[in-house]
T-cell receptor, first 111, second 113 residues
């Protein structure tokens, strides 16, 4: 079973708009990560937020974490056509040796 | 500095055959994890290797086995292939104890006919 579940499953926006994706997870975590995957290729690590952090920024990315609700959100501001990809959240198990991914949000940014 | 490399890029096999996929981790990384990703789904953890030993295994049958070599490279072997084994197989590397970001290779696309 998957630890994280993303919402929505698919999102279509215009270039310049903001895109928000949400992730829910089931068990306690040490950190939560977001990855991007361009069509059928390897995943690229975007950002890692620790359990004692509430918000983190990296360029046009903003990630929030609410451990009381077991949820996280990824905001991409001023989206570009090149942001078109699938986005996944992922969490480690307690032993820190198994990373579990959610089902992903497929983002399409129209030029 | 080479990133994670995988070979082959694509592979076509028939049911019942065996396959070996290869992965070289990013320079300086000693931990390798393997994932299976079916079309339209998130990656599913198969197993992780550290210090040439399987450290953790996901919910995959014994037909899936692996190996890590002294140079930290790794192989994933799948025996008695089933149609359902068709997927993108991803290798990821990281350093030491986990809880860190994973660096992924481009994947091997396996098609079982």
């Amino acid at each position: 079973s998957q630890q994280g579940e993303e919402d929505p499953q698919a999102l279509s926006i215009q270039e310049g708009e903001n895109a928000t994706m949400n992730c829910s997870y089931k068990t306690s975590i040490n950190n939560l990560q977001w990855y991007r995957q361009n069509s059928g290729r390897g995943l690229v690590h975007l950002i890692l937020i620790r359990s004692n952090e509430r918000e983190k920024h990296s360029g046009r990315l903003r990630v929030t974490l609410d451990t009381s609700k077991k949820s996280s959100s990824l905001l991409i501001t001023a989206s570009r056509a090149a942001d078109t990809a699938s986005y996944f959240c992922a969490t480690w198990n307690n032993a820190g040796n198994m990373l579990t991914f959610g089902g992903g949000t497929r983002l399409m940014v129209k030029p | 500095d080479a990133g994670v490399t995988q070979s082959p890029t694509h592979l076509i096999k028939t049911r019942g055959q065996q396959v070996t996929l290869r992965c070289s981790p990013k320079s300086g990384h000693d931990t390798v994890s393997w994932y299976q990703q079916a079309l339209g789904q998130g990656p599913q953890f198969i197993f992780q290797y550290y210090e040439e030993e399987e450290r953790q295994r996901g919910n995959f049958p014994d037909r899936f086995s692996g190996h890590q070599f002294p140079n930290y490279s790794s192989e994933l072997n799948v025996n008695a292939l089933l149609l359902g084994d068709s997927a993108l197989y991803l290798c990821a590397s990281s350093t030491g104890r986990a809880l860190r970001a994973q660096y992924f290779g481009p994947g091997t696309r396996l098609t079982v006919l």
